[in-house]
């Protein structure tokens, strides 16, 4: 914490970043690495970030996610896209399964998909919907195969109806409807 802010952060990027993709270590500690790492003006984090996003933990995604909200424009499509795909494993795939998890522990992906604008909503939408389609074969209401694939797409629905409809330009939500 003492390090936040701190010039001498910059000497210590690898070690704040062992402690950052330490996946052993509480989020807090790796949440404060983080945060010296990215008050770094000259860090990079592409390479921590693909790290991260391969985890596929709830806690690397979230840390995945900071780095995105604090590189808005900085961080790749690709990464991106790679995040939300991982995030659909973070949906249990039965509804007993859903019980269990710990509550808002995937709060971090609403605040992920709120701070993305209408034009990269609509291509995450895109992407992350084609060939969304039941791998279990089940019966319909047996199926729970799609359930996180259906979250992260509501999520960033959504975000396109927020953002689509707050600038006043209803031609447009109609026209990706029709498409």
Not at 14 to 19: R, S, V
Not at 54 to 82: H, N, Q, V
Not at 123 to 134: E, N, V
């Amino acid at each position: 914490e003492l390090l936040i802010g701190s010039p001498a952060a910059a000497g210590l990027r690898p070690e704040l970043e062992a402690i950052l993709l330490d996946e052993e270590a509480p989020v807090g500690p790796r949440l404060d690495a983080l945060s010296c790492l990215l008050d770094d003006g000259a860090y990079e984090p592409v390479e921590v970030l693909g790290r991260l996003i391969g985890a596929r933990t709830a806690d690397s995604l979230r840390l995945a996610s900071e780095i995105f909200m604090k590189t808005r424009e900085g961080a790749p499509y690709d990464l991106l896209c790679g995040a939300l795909e991982a995030a659909v494993d973070l949906y249990p795939t039965s509804r007993a399964a859903d019980r269990s998890r710990v509550i808002g522990e995937r709060y971090f992906l609403r605040r992920l998909v709120r701070g993305l604008d209408a034009d990269k909503t609509i291509r995450l939408l895109d992407d992350l919907s084609a060939g969304l389609s039941c791998t279990c074969g089940k019966e319909r209401h047996n199926c729970h195969c799609r359930d996180g694939a259906s979250k992260v797409v509501g999520l960033l629905l959504d975000n396109y109806f927020e953002k689509v409809t707050s600038s006043h330009d209803p031609d447009r939500v109609w026209e990706w409807v029709r498409n």
